[in-house]
Nanobody, 126 residues
């Protein structure tokens, strides 16, 4: 499985961006796809994830109500719509995937994921 992420960029506070991540090599609608981010000097943190076969998701508390994760299983693509962006959202965002089905509590941890994409930079200017 290979992941290709895109959609990052520079945006002002309160603006919006949509990240996309397309997975090649997926042969079913099983598994989980998610987004993590890493700001300079900080550890990588979970942002959002979606269980593809159940269409259930989980979010980092600080992005709830502002970010929305969605999946187009036919295109093997997951999206992260980011609205009302804040300077603290500035980070490199990484797409991740596993073909295994996971319980909801597990999809927030990086160790759950077997495949990672290259990062895409999101910068929110104040």
């Amino acid at each position: 499985v290979q992941l290709q992420a895109s959609g990052g960029g520079l945006v002002q506070v309160g603006g919006s961006l949509r990240l996309s991540c397309t997975a090649s090599g997926l042969t079913s609608n099983n598994g989980v796809m998610g987004w993590f981010r890493q700001a300079p000097g900080k550890e990588r943190e979970f942002v959002a994830a979606i269980r593809r076969h159940l269409n259930t998701n989980s979010y980092l508390d600080s992005v709830k109500g502002r970010f929305t994760i969605s999946s187009d299983n036919a295109k093997n693509t997951v999206y992260l719509q980011m609205n009302s962006l804040k300077p603290e959202d500035t980070a490199v965002y990484y797409c991740a995937a596993t073909v295994r089905n996971k319980i909801l509590s597990a999809i927030r941890t990086a160790q759950t994921y077997d495949h990672w994409g290259q990062g895409t930079q999101v910068t929110v200017s104040s």
